[in-house]
């Protein structure tokens, strides 16, 4: 389209926007890696580099065919990823009979309200449900051993993913269903499941119309998560005691020592034959994310049942390294991602790290080994629920796709 629309030159206009997306990375990484004028300097670069060469653009005339082109890119993409994913249902499993004593731990505080606002205890009482509000200071896992202890034969939790990991863990152990109504602030992993997180009740449809979900668990030593554990600078941030209240002046204000002072983490991680060092952050998913925006809101996943962490490291120590970064996701370059059965996560120097798991702030020895444990959990959900994950989540092998293309046959496998 550009070349219909502007001939050859605007082939010259390419370098221009690279140069822009570059110019860009260097000022986020000065906005968050520095303080004083060179703060300053990089919010404004981070916004007056893309916003200039959109100008440029659209002084020269190619702006619309720009914009058209990358939005057939973006067609042609999608495209493909859907014609290339097995276009199967996550495996189920029908529940034929209802749970005699199903046991629920509910937060109060959890979402700011959630368990109170939407009336859950009632409504999980009605449903036969047996109801443990979680007091401060009280041990969940503890509660969850003993609710299996009294025979409960159903756990499910409303609240955050942290306590739906505690206790997931414990369901787990005894081969129990495991239930989950989306009580917390974010529930990542209620979105992953296709629950409708704006109406927490509606999963307790599952108890007595519902189907059951094998998915797997991620381990970071001996702590389970079901979403993530992050390393680096994100678990670094959110031990600060202010984190909870003021995220975003929190992170402003402890980002520059951790990114560029002595405070500075130096992760090194290996998995299989890929060994990275000098990483600042490192967050490894239960099951791969399509699109990490950080470790806060680390995107979706399209299947839990993989068997894979998934792994996304940010090694940028320096302008040029920030610059870099637009190249993409590579081992050799300022962002790693990749899939992997196990990972092993070390510091430079200490023999603890500070870990992020489910946003909930742990300390573990270090090295720390992170495994995926394949089907652990059987999960019962809705029979009908608003987002039901399709299960392929294959990445494309494309060196076949293009063999195929080209009429070649493929090696044997």
Same mark, same amino acid.
Not at 22 to 35: D, E, K, R
């Given at each position: 389209?550009?070349?219909?629309?502007?001939?050859?030159?605007?082939?010259?206009?390419?370098?221009?926007?690279?140069? &822009?997306?570059?110019?860009?990375?260097?000022?986020?990484?000065?906005?968050?890696?520095?303080?004083?004028?060179?703060?300053?300097?990089?919010?404004?670069?981070?916004?007056?580099?893309?916003?200039?060469?959109?100008?440029?653009?659209?002084?020269?005339?190619?702006?619309?065919?720009?914009?058209?082109?990358?939005?057939?890119?973006?067609?042609?993409?999608?495209?493909?990823?859907?014609?290339?994913?097995?276009?199967?249902?996550?495996?189920?499993?029908?529940?034929?009979?209802?749970?005699?004593?199903?046991?629920?731990?509910?937060?109060?505080?959890?979402?700011?309200?959630?368990?109170?606002?939407?009336?859950?205890?009632?409504?999980?009482?009605?449903?036969?449900?047996?109801?443990?509000?979680?007091?401060?200071?009280?041990?969940?896992?503890?509660?969850?051993?003993?609710?299996?202890?009294?025979?409960?034969?159903?756990?499910?939790?409303?609240?955050?993913?942290?306590?739906?990991?505690?206790?997931?863990?414990?369901?787990?152990?005894?081969?129990?269903?495991?239930?989950?109504?989306?009580? &917390?602030?974010?529930?990542?992993?209620?979105?992953?499941?296709?629950?409708?997180?704006?109406?927490?009740?509606?999963?307790?449809?599952?108890?007595?119309?519902?189907?059951?979900?094998?998915?797997?668990?991620?381990?970071?030593?001996?702590?389970?998560?079901?979403?993530?554990?992050?390393?680096?600078?994100?678990?670094?941030?959110?031990?600060?005691?202010?984190?909870?209240?003021?995220?975003?002046?929190?992170?402003?204000?402890?980002?520059?020592?951790?990114?560029?002072?002595?405070?500075?983490?130096?992760?090194?991680?290996?998995?299989?034959?890929?060994?990275?060092?000098?990483?600042?952050?490192?967050?490894?998913?239960?099951?791969?994310?399509?699109?990490?925006?950080?470790?806060?809101?680390?995107?979706?996943?399209?299947?839990?049942?993989?068997?894979?962490?998934?792994?996304?490291?940010?090694?940028?120590?320096?302008?040029?390294?920030?610059?870099?970064?637009?190249?993409?996701?590579?081992?050799?370059?300022?962002?790693?991602?990749?899939?992997?059965?196990?990972?092993?996560?070390?510091?430079?120097?200490?023999?603890?790290?500070?870990?992020?798991?489910?946003?909930?702030?742990?300390?573990?020895?270090?090295?720390?080994?992170?495994?995926?444990?394949?089907?652990?959990?059987?999960?019962?959900?809705?029979?009908?629920?608003?987002?039901?994950?399709?299960?392929?989540?294959?990445?494309?092998?494309?060196?076949?796709?293009?063999?195929?293309?080209?009429?070649?046959?493929?090696?044997?496998?």
């Amino acid at each position: 389209m550009p070349l219909v629309a502007a001939g050859l030159r605007s082939v010259l206009w390419v370098p221009v926007g690279v140069a &822009g997306l570059a110019l860009a990375a260097v000022g986020v990484w000065w906005a968050l890696a520095h303080t004083g004028v060179l703060r300053v300097l990089g919010a404004f670069l981070s916004v007056a580099a893309p916003v200039t060469v959109l100008a440029l653009y659209a002084a020269s005339g190619v702006l619309g065919p720009a914009l058209a082109s990358l939005a057939l890119w973006a067609l042609a993409v999608t495209a493909a990823r859907t014609a290339l994913t097995p276009d199967r249902p996550a495996s189920e499993e029908a529940v034929t009979e209802a749970p005699h004593a199903p046991w629920v731990l509910m937060n109060p505080r959890s979402g700011g309200g959630k368990v109170g606002r939407f009336r859950l205890a009632e409504k999980a009482r009605a449903a036969g449900c047996r109801v443990a509000l979680l007091d401060a200071g009280q041990d969940v896992v503890e509660l969850a051993r003993r609710a299996v202890a009294e025979g409960a034969d159903l756990l499910a939790v409303a609240g955050g993913d942290g306590t739906q990991a505690l206790v997931a863990e414990v369901a787990a152990r005894h081969d129990l269903p495991f239930l989950v109504i989306p009580a &917390g602030t974010r529930n990542h992993f209620a979105l992953d499941l296709g629950l409708d997180r704006d109406d927490p009740a509606a999963a307790l449809h599952a108890l007595t119309d519902g189907v059951e979900l094998r998915v797997d668990l991620g381990y970071a030593a001996d702590r389970v998560f079901v979403n993530n554990a992050s390393f680096g600078t994100y678990a670094s941030v959110v031990t600060d005691p202010a984190y909870r209240d003021a995220k975003a002046r929190t992170t402003l204000r402890t980002l520059p020592g951790l990114l560029t002072g002595e405070d500075a983490p130096g992760l090194r991680m290996r998995a299989g034959r890929t060994h990275v060092d000098g990483l600042q952050a490192l967050l490894v998913g239960n099951n791969p994310y399509g699109r990490v925006v950080d470790a806060a809101r680390p995107g979706r996943r399209e299947r839990l049942d993989s068997g894979l962490l998934g792994l996304v490291g940010v090694r940028v120590g320096s302008t040029a390294e920030a610059a870099r970064v637009v190249r993409g996701p590579r081992s050799s370059g300022g962002l790693v991602r990749l899939n992997a059965e196990e990972v092993v996560v070390e510091a430079g120097a200490g023999g603890t790290l500070p870990v992020g798991i489910d946003g909930e702030h742990v300390v573990l020895p270090s090295p720390v080994v992170c495994r995926s444990a394949p089907g652990a959990l059987r999960v019962r959900v809705p029979r009908r629920r608003p987002r039901t994950p399709r299960g392929g989540g294959a990445t494309a092998d494309w060196p076949r796709v293009a063999r195929s293309a080209l009429g070649r046959p493929s090696p044997p496998r």
